[in-house]
């Protein structure tokens, strides 16, 4: 049994809109300049990014508590990158991570341990490169 569903609707693709079933979220889509489009709105690569960094964001803070590790703060960047793949595409990612209050090797081992829970490294996993790197302080 799910214990949370999202549902997005998009018309459009690239070039479209959507917007989440509950109306929280409503974004115009376009092409990247680097892609030959216009710009001006987001893409599906930043929508991921940012999905991707909030989820892995929070599964850091809930090692971290499950592991009763002084973190006291916590931050990803993530870098998606849309990339070819024969006649299709494929992506890569970059998560970098930056932590507080925890020693290097403690961070370390506390982003390996986020990467085997968070649902999207999990849906991704054997499919997409996922590079990780941390810096703590």
């Known amino acids: 049994m ?3 569903t999202a549902q997005a609707h998009v018309t459009g693709g690239r070039a479209g809109h959507g917007e989440t079933s509950d109306g929280l979220l409503k974004v115009d889509l376009a092409m990247p300049k680097e ?3 216009p710009g001006g709105a987001t893409n599906p690569e930043q ?3 940012i999905g991707y960094a909030a989820c892995f964001e929070s599964a850091i803070r809930f090692v971290a508590r499950k592991q009763k590790l002084p973190l006291e703060d916590a931050a990803i960047t993530s870098t998606v990158n849309l990339l070819p793949n024969g006649e ?3 992506l890569g990612v970059a998560l970098a991570a930056e932590t507080k209050g925890l020693d290097q090797a403690t961070a370390e081992a506390l982003v390996s341990e986020a990467h ?3 649902p999207y490294s999990n849906a991704i996993r054997g499919n997409v490169d996922v590079a990780l790197s941390v810096k703590a302080a």
């Open 2 to 4: 799910a214990l949370y």
């Open 116 to 118: 085997k829970i968070c």
């Open 47 to 49: 929508l991921f990014a």
């Open 88 to 90: 299709g595409f494929k």
């Open 35 to 37: 892609l030959g489009g």
